[in-house]
């Protein structure tokens, strides 16, 4: 269910605007408003879960899916050959900032590791 105090609660309906590049009937994908990469997208359930940590079994599928957009993502910007980073940030010391699970895609410049 919706969070009413989420930011990306609110990107999904509509209630903050976002820079759109998918949506499909589990998530959105959206460009990052600090990107730290040529290419650097979101991948964002639409169903509120606030971090990999409180997904079950149940969402092993959605989990799937939303690291096979991201590829579809990377692929369709150009990136398939040269390579592509999906991050998934767990927790404020892991630097989660926003608590709604999300995918980092990452892509267009050399990446380092391991990363900081
Ligand atoms: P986290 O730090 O939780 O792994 O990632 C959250 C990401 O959301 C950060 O990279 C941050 O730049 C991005 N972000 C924060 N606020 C907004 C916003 O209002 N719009 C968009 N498009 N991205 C945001
Ligand atoms: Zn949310």
């Known amino acids: 269910m919706a969070d009413n105090?989420?930011?990306f609660c609110k990107i999904i309906s509509g209630e903050v605007p976002a820079d759109l590049v998918h949506q499909d009937e589990r998530c959105i994908t959206i460009r990052d408003i600090n990107a730290q990469?040529?290419?650097?997208v979101l991948?964002?359930?639409r169903e509120h879960m606030e971090s990999l940590d409180e997904a079950s079994g149940r969402d092993e599928a959605l989990?799937?899916?939303l690291l096979r957009v991201g590829a579809r993502i990377a692929n369709d910007e150009g990136h398939g050959d040269s390579g592509y980073r999906t991050v998934?940030?767990?927790g404020?010391?892991?630097g989660q900032s926003v608590?709604?699970?999300h995918v980092h895609l990452l892509a267009g410049r050399p990446m380092n590791?391991?990363?900081g």
């Not at 990469?37 to 650097?40: G, N, R």
């Open 5 to 7: 105090h989420c930011l």
């Open 37 to 40: 990469a040529p290419t650097h």
């Open 43 to 45: 991948v964002i359930p």
């Open 63 to 65: 989990l799937g899916h």
């Open 88 to 90: 998934i940030n767990t």
């Open 92 to 94: 404020a010391g892991a």
């Open 99 to 101: 608590p709604h699970l």
């Open 113 to 115: 590791w391991p990363p």
